[in-house]
């Protein structure tokens, strides 16, 4: 067993700003399932919204994150947050964080943050690193790391459930002890016990069949800690982003919603700009807005994409600003200063998640949750552009004073060895890709950007038959990382679908047929699903 101070699952912005917070008082052990950089996070496009300038304000941010969250805010978590963040942000750019600047127009060369502007913002406050700034932030955290002798980082180490004392058959209440990881190079789980435990999991973009998500997000802290008995919200509501790059050969390549804050325009494949039909902002409407009335005009024309068209501004500019968009829309044949690029919406988001106060506590004891896993209450039912980011940063600060003020067990819990009792090698992997390709499609095609209550309940019980098969195969044989990630889908889909069937209204992304229209008895009311 490998006993640490702090456990962190995850090196996504959530994770290592936490491992660096509570480094100087214990060992820190850093579990993350791919390579150390491999997150949502180092795929962030357009950066963090923040109050840095002298046009905007606290009150304008917290109104613009409560108007896109669709009347489920909680409002002191998003005031919190939202004044907290400059002064994490003046932290990162300490720890070696470089955002864009600009030249200050008439001022003899000197220099200030630049600024982007994303859908639902009311003023330019996205600070971003070009159109690559969660690489930037992984760079800068990872580098600051390196250099704290006391964390360790286990790199292809796949968290696979959380050791409670329940799950121990001891008495008290219920309290996690530590976790069982499989070594995905050794093909052995270990244990590793810790007195605190941080979930940064991230999120679930992986369980619908089209995603801005790179593959490690699949939902694996919601599902263990559902397991682990720890109350899931609001998972209902997924945020489709509207402009994934539609390329037979493009995997999951996001089109920053910065593109329209820079002045690029929705069309229809015949060139027609829509979105000024929907909404007053147009393109920059909110994202859910934007989202659907793509998927309508989709259906509406039979077209399997819309267009997004910044030709409009000067080449250079577009270069510029938005170099990694350039370079890999010219890989595949696309060049955007000439030609408007085809897009279409995926799954990107998930802004329910494991119920949490605004200090990362969740409601079992020494278990904490921080970042896309979470639920904090500030994203309400539609997440604003570049909030998730700041939550993460401002959350996973909070979490660390949090844990440093509270004092912990200090026995060393005696935790079974993981026992894979007569498992054996899979015998057709076909079961386990087969299963994952039917929940994602599933997911699309019944529980997307417009659902109703016939599709919601034709994909439950389809999952239910499919968690029998998966289970079985769970315990009949040894665990795979492919097959542990299969087990998760399923458990957040049938969280999804169970959530949305929960609430009988549309609001915000959470859009249903049979119930268009919000309902007042709804708003301020999150779904909450404990296991059992
Ligand atoms: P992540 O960064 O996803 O990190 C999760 C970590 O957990 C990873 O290291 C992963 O490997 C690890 N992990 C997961 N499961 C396990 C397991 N079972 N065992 C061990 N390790 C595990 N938000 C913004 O605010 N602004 C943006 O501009 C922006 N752009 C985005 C662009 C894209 C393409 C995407 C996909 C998302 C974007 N978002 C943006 C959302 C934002 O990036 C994420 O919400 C945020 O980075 C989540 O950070 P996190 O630390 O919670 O999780
Ligand atoms: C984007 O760059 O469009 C993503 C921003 C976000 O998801 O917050």
Redesign the pocket.
């Known amino acids: 067993m490998k006993q640490f101070d702090y456990l962190v699952?995850?090196?996504?912005?959530?994770?290592?700003?936490f491992a660096l917070q509570v480094a100087p008082h214990g060992r820190v052990a850093i579990?993350?399932?791919?390579n150390?950089?491999?997150?949502?996070?180092?795929?962030?496009?357009?950066?963090?919204?923040a109050v840095t300038s002298k046009e905007d304000t606290t009150e304008m941010h917290v109104r613009d994150t409560l108007e896109a969250g669709a009347g489920l805010c909680r409002e002191a978590v998003v005031r919190t947050i939202v004044q907290e963040g400059p002064a994490r942000i003046a932290e990162l750019i300490e720890l070696g964080m470089k955002f864009s600047e600009r030249e200050i127009p008439r001022s003899e060369g000197a220099r200030e943050l630049d600024l982007g502007k994303?859908g639902g913002h009311s003023k330019r406050r996205?600070l971003?690193a070009k159109d690559v700034?969660?690489r930037e932030?992984e760079r800068a955290l990872l580098n600051a790391v390196a250099g704290q002798p006391s964390i360790e980082i286990f790199e292809d180490?796949?968290?696979?459930d959380l050791i409670t004392n329940q799950k121990l058959g001891e008495p008290g209440p219920n309290r996690c002890r530590g976790v069982y990881?499989l070594d995905k190079r050794a093909g052995v789980v270990e244990t590793f016990a810790a007195n605190v435990i941080l979930l940064?999991?991230?999120?679930c973009?992986k369980v619908y069949l089209y995603?801005?998500?790179?593959d490690?997000?699949?939902g694996?802290?919601v599902a263990?800690a559902y397991r682990a008995g720890a109350a899931v919200a609001n998972m209902e509501f997924i945020q489709f982003?509207p402009t994934c790059l539609y390329h037979p050969r493009a995997k999951?390549?996001?089109i920053?919603?910065?593109v329209r804050g820079e002045g690029g325009v929705l069309k229809t494949i015949q060139g027609a700009e829509f979105m000024n039909a929907y909404h007053p902002l147009g393109s920059l409407a909110p994202r859910d807005i934007v989202a659907r009335a793509i998927d309508n005009e989709m259906k509406r024309s039979g077209a399997g994409h819309v267009l997004l068209d910044i030709t409009q501004m000067p080449a250079a500019f577009v270069r510029e600003r938005f170099p990694n968009i350039y370079e890999t829309c010219q890989r595949y044949g696309i060049d955007i200063t000439k030609e408007a690029i085809p897009v279409v919406p995926a799954a990107?988001?998930?802004c329910g998640g494991v119920l949490t106060n605004v200090d990362g506590e969740t409601e079992i004891e020494g278990l904490y949750a921080?970042?896309?896993?979470?639920c904090t209450g500030l994203h309400g039912a539609n997440?604003l552009?570049?909030?998730?980011?700041?939550?993460?940063l401002v959350c996973?600060h909070r979490a660390g004073l949090r844990v440093l003020a509270q004092t912990h067990p200090t026995t060393t819990p005696v935790i079974p060895a993981w026992q894979s009792g007569h498992a054996t090698n899979p015998d057709e992997l076909v079961v386990i890709s087969h299963n994952w390709d039917e929940i994602r499609r599933l997911m699309w095609d019944y529980v997307g950007i417009v659902r109703t209550n016939k599709r919601l309940l034709r994909a439950q019980s389809r999952i239910a038959n499919l968690q029998e098969e998966i289970q079985q195969y769970y315990w009949d044989f040894i665990v795979t990382s492919d097959l542990?990630?299969l087990r998760?889908i399923a458990t957040v889909a049938e969280l999804i679908v169970a959530s949305a069937l929960q609430r009988p209204e549309s609001r915000g992304l959470n859009y249903n047929l049979d119930f268009p229209r919000p309902d007042p008895a709804w708003a301020q009311r999150d779904t909450v699903l404990r296991k059992g």
């Open positions: 699952l995850g090196s996504g912005i959530a994770g290592l700003t579990i993350t399932k791919k150390r950089a491999e997150s949502n996070t180092n795929y962030a496009q357009g950066g963090i919204a994303e996205i971003h700034t969660g932030i180490h796949f968290a696979i990881v940064a999991t991230g999120g973009g995603t801005t998500n790179p490690i997000a699949t694996d802290g263990m982003h999951s390549f996001l920053s919603e910065a990107h988001y998930q921080v970042g896309e896993v979470a997440r552009a570049s909030n998730s980011l700041l939550e993460a996973a542990l990630e998760n």
